[in-house]
């Protein structure tokens, strides 16, 4: 069984993601760590808090994160996607039964992610931050699975970045050049795997608590992406990463140094350097690690898996 910490900014396809992860006997989830990112870190916490009580496993620890990136100010809230209260403004939330943890992200990664598999599915500022904290710490992680960025196609948040980039280019910089083996589960992919409608609904019809949590968080999802591209259906992106970690085989992968572009208004780009690490490789990916990106997806096999958990 895979030990796992899932680093997140719930987040309605976050909040999909922990619910499939709980569900999923091959994955032990041994504590969440909160990140800002589609909400205020405030609120993040107070919705894996709430989240774990609606899925009955208040025995989870939660640490509470970084409230805004390493180099930058917070950028906001995207309550025209998550809602304002993240979780798709749907009726009332249940307060929390507990508070989190009293140690922060970055010293619950430090202290709990030795042997253990990240699962960030948010910007990746707790994970860097972990990194000063403990700098062996990328020797001891069994990987790191990461839900964001795009290697060959266009962004989400601008045209050049996807939103967990965006939200701490230099965090994900970090990340990709640390020593841990990285898995990049990026807009590739995800923007391959739509749960259309009728899919949706079915998730969502189930007499469950976490069926009813999903029932008034994804219409605002879904209602985001009808407007946006006149699609009915909404991507699984954080769930998808979910799925790597319980069936990899269902993605093809290439080994390339990644890059985050910090400057400019390419801000948030990831760029694998497609030539390997064949020499001459350019300056700024000399001495990189290889970083497993997710290039091609098997999407029905991850809709079916995921839908399977949920
Ligand atoms: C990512 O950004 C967030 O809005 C989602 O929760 C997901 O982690 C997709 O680009
Ligand atoms: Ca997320």
Known sequence: MTRLIIDTDPGIDDAMALFAALASPELDVAGLTTVFGNVTVEVATRNALALLDIAGRADIPVARGAT?????????????????DGLGDGGDLAEPSRPALDVSAAEFLCREAPGATILAIGP???????????PDLDTLVEQVVVMGGNALGPGNATPAAEANMWNDPEAADVVFGARWPVTM??????????????????????DTPTARLLARAIPLYRAFLTKASGQDGIYLHDPSAVAYLLAPGLFRTKRWPVRVETQGISRGKTWPNLGGTDDPAPPAWQGRPLVNVCVEVDAPGVLDLITARL
């Not at 805004?68 to 304002?84: K, N, R, S, T, V």
């Not at 500022?125 to 403990?134: D, E, Q």
């Not at 923007?191 to 019809?205: E, F, I, K, Y």
């Open 185 to 206: 589960v990026g807009l590739d992919v995800t923007h391959q795997v739509l749960l259309p409608g009728d899919r949706v609904d079915a998730v969502t019809s189930g």
């Open 68 to 84: 805004a990136p390493l180099a930058m100010d917070y950028l906001g809230a995207i309550p025209h996607i998550h809602g304002e």
């Open 124 to 134: 990746l500022t707790n994970l860097a931050l972990a990194l000063r904290l403990r």
